[in-house]
């Protein structure tokens, strides 16, 4: 026996002594013989009829494995690929030891919703597209190792070390609770401003709640993070529309500083001919019915449109989100129309190989040009060109151009237009100083800071559409920014830059 | 929580709510509307706000019942509360300065029009207010427009009132010529009769619409209405627009997209009171109770 320990364990050994919970010690060479762990997924056929979350979660051996694969870099380059700078290597660290409440302790302390990150983040493009395993192979899986460290805290939260920020008697009022809007109420609170949450909505979580499906992202999951903000002493407000309730003025009297993260607003559609035919609807409406609403579940009175053969237009994650909603809710047919290729899909590659894996049709260098009807107005299809790629447009994409001839026309009896939003009206219309770009979008200099003092904005109302993990990043820089405008009189930095650590009891 | 204050019927379908929003009672403009939703499950409904008590702190929500969610709505008590009321929304209703004005509501839509007319009158314009039902118990707040307005009230069945359609009635004020602005709230054909009818002696007309919409402030999409030939959303860009610009049939026609769950909605409700009867909605198309906004 004791011959057999002397030998280096092979790595199938590794790998299941780790899956059976042994602690193992391992070199770098050792670790680099670990495959990547796969994120255990519901089956592809039970889950296109069950709003029930896809990926399942890793078991905490499975995360433990996960975790050895991390080479711990002295010069980490994952950070750099996060927009709120979480330490990736230091939770990973407590998490391969086993200590979950000090990796908890960790990722909290660098990301207010780690739970939601964990989900939705494009983790290919930022974090793990820079890890160095994935020059040889495949990344670390950094994405399922912070979503099970944040289900870990928020299952053990008496576990968690409890922040015990000194109060610092200046407020500051958010608009909208979406993730740009959630992440600075943390970062504030945690620095002991009085924090309070304006939401138009009956709810909070803004487009966790009402935009991304319970499949992807379950609204419960949102609540709890909500409720760990409450717990630090934020306030929220809901049914309060700044523009409408409250017009900025009045914010910038009550509260020593603003933080606006109202989200974009206005769904943009295709203008063609039969746009306002019955069937149609923007993605925002239809998900809104859907996962703010309820619409899918028994116990709600909202309507929804149950379509058989469904065109959703658009290749993003949010059109991602609304035909794979469209088969759960019974579509025999969902269909993409997208207007570039394959590769070009701006959604998160996880979300369309769930997509093909849900027998969802790809339509790709096609472009709407109108949507057609019967007599009774009802959407009957959706008629369209094939498109050709031609040169590269300003963007670096190449530009969709139309081929002369190849009309033709999907059956269906719903359409969702899914190709963006604009900025909303409301809060501008009655904050006339604030200023906007052309499009509508508020100006904000490199700390956040809009054209009036103490108003700093982020998330999708500066940035148009993008993602939740860049709004969070938004909120997190503004949070900074605000603390040092509201100690020091100005949001730049000063030469040391400020600890963004939590004081911990 | 937004507690009920008093509650009174007001035709066999409609009631009034009050309803304790010291907020929106402080700020709100003649014309705007909430959204409301009772509480877990319910639909959020646009309600356009017939009064408000500043002082009190409470604004009056006047409801016609024609589905689940109305029906829940009407069935609050004084005491019990609204879980959610978010506004005010919408546009105030641009109003002529001086002048005559002629204010005309059909059936529910005359709650919106009293608002217009109080307003219209405290500004000193002469303000005649043409209010139509079916019958005498359909015609509503007769006593309260009168205190700002001369009020004709019509039935169609002749049985209060003037006898015929409003728009009968509007089209002998017309006859007048003193008329310098109307404002139309009621039923599609209704607003629609009554555009077609001024666009003829060319006095500009005010509509409001009831666009079907799920959050109000212009994120859905879902309120969007062709006027002048252009999509507008009814909650940003309205709810009141020219009734010489819009197009009603379009807005009658998308008010009907959830006519299907409405109905099984309805037969959902009764097949509750006799069990053995329960009638199968077909799930695949419709499961879902709903009414139009009703405004």
């Known amino acids: 026996m004791s011959d057999r320990e002397e030998t280096p364990p092979t790595p199938q050994d590794i790998v299941r002594r780790i899956l059976a919970g042994e602690q193992v010690e391992l070199d770098p060479r050792q670790r680099m013989t670990i495959d990547r762990v796969a994120m255990p997924e519901e089956d592809a056929e039970v889950r296109s009829h069950s709003f029930e979350e896809v990926n399942l979660g890793l078991t905490e051996h499975m995360a433990v494995l996960e975790a050895e694969r991390c080479l711990q870099c002295k010069n980490p380059k994952c950070i750099d690929g996060c927009p709120v700078r979480v330490n990736i290597p230091k939770f990973i660290d407590h998490l391969r030891r086993g200590d979950m409440a000090g990796a908890a302790d960790s990722l909290l302390g660098d990301n207010a919703l780690p739970c939601v990150t964990g989900r939705v983040c494009p983790q290919e493009t930022q974090c793990e597209g820079l890890c160095l395993r994935a020059k040889k192979g495949t990344s670390v899986g950094i994405g399922s190792l912070e979503r099970y460290v944040a289900d870990w805290a928020q299952a053990h939260p008496e576990a968690l070390t409890r922040a015990l920020p000194i109060a610092r008697n200046r407020s500051v009022a958010i608009v909208g609770s979406g993730p740009a809007g959630l992440t600075a109420a943390g970062e504030l609170a945690k620095r002991g401003y009085d924090v309070t949450i304006f939401e138009a909505f009956h709810a909070a979580g803004g487009v966790l709640i009402y935009g991304i499906p319970q499949f992807r992202l379950p609204n419960d999951i949102v609540e709890k993070e909500v409720d760990r903000l409450v717990e630090l002493g934020v306030k929220i407000e809901t049914n309060a529309i700044i523009g409408k309730t409250y017009t900025l003025d009045e914010l910038r009297q009550r509260f020593d500083a603003v933080f606006l993260a109202v989200g974009a607003g206005l769904p943009v559609f295709m203008d063609v001919p039969g746009e306002n035919l019955k069937g149609v609807y923007s993605a925002n409406e239809y998900l809104t019915r859907v996962n703010l609403m309820g619409a899918w579940g028994e116990d709600s009175d909202t309507p929804v449109l149950h379509g058989q053969r469904v065109v959703v237009v658009g290749g993003g994650n949010v059109a991602m989100d609304a035909v794979r909603t469209a088969r759960r809710l019974g579509a025999s047919d969902a269909v993409i129309v997208y207007r570039r290729g394959h590769d070009e899909l701006p959604a998160r590659a996880e979300e369309v190989h769930h997509a093909e894996q849900e027998g969802i049709r790809f339509e790709f260098q096609v472009a709407p040009i109108e949507v057609v009807g019967d007599e009774q107005h009802w959407v009957t299809g959706l008629r369209c060109q094939r498109m050709e790629l031609g040169e590269p447009d300003a963007s670096g994409r190449r530009r969709p151009e139309p081929i002369p001839g190849s009309e033709f026309v999907i059956a269906c009896d719903m359409v969702v237009v899914a190709i963006g939003t604009r900025s909303n009206p409301l809060l501008r219309a009655t904050a006339p100083d604030l200023a906007v770009n052309e499009w509508g979008y508020i100006v904000s200099d490199e700390h956040g800071m809009t054209s009036l003092p103490g108003v700093f904005a982020g998330g999708d109302i500066v940035r148009g559409s993008a993602t939740v993990i860049l709004a969070m990043g938004d909120g997190k820089r503004a949070a900074g920014a605000i603390d040092r405008y509201l100690t020091t009189g100005s949001a730049a930095e000063a030469a040391e830059p400020v600890s963004t650590e939590a004081p911990t009891a | ?295």
């Open chain 2, 1 to 295: 929580m937004y507690p009920i204050a008093a509650t009174e019927q007001l035709s066999p379908n409609v009631t009034r709510l009050v309803v304790e929003a010291p907020r929106i009672a402080q700020i709100r403009q003649p014309g705007q509307f909430v959204i409301v939703r009772l509480g877990p499950g319910a639909e959020r409904i646009p309600l356009t706000i017939a009064d408000t008590d500043p002082e009190a702190g409470t604004i009056t929500l006047i409801i016609q019942s024609v589905g689940k969610s109305t029906t829940d709505l009407v069935a609050l008590r004084p005491g019990e509360a609204i879980t959610d009321v978010a506004g005010p929304l919408g546009s105030a209703t641009e109003l002529i300065e001086t002048g005559h004005a002629v204010c005309v509501g059909g059936g529910v839509g005359t709650a919106v029009i009293l608002p217009i007319a109080q307003e219209l009158a405290r500004r000193g314009v002469r303000v005649t207010s043409i209010i139509g039902g079916r019958s005498r118990e359909w015609v509503i707040l007769e006593p309260e427009l009168a205190a700002s307005s001369d009020v004709i009230a019509c039935t169609d069945d002749g049985s209060y009132g003037r006898p015929g359609f409003v728009t009968q009635a509007l089209e002998d004020v017309l006859a007048a010529g003193d008329v310098d602005a109307v404002y139309a709230v009621g039923p599609v054909p209704m607003m629609k009769a009554v555009s077609e009818l001024t666009r003829g002696f060319a006095v500009p007309t005010t509509v409001s619409l009831n666009a079907i919409m799920v959050d109000g402030t212009g994120m859905c999409g879902g309120c969007r209405v062709t006027v002048g030939g252009k999509t507008h959303y009814a909650c940003v860009d309205g709810p009141e627009f020219d009734g010489h610009q819009v197009d009603f049939a379009e807005l009658a026609d998308r008010l009907t997209t959830y006519r299907s769950f409405e109905q099984a909605a309805l037969a959902k409700a009764e097949a509750c009171k006799i069990p053995a009867l329960a009638v199968k909605a077909d799930k695949a198309t419709v499961d879902k109770a709903t009414v139009e906004p009703t405004r």
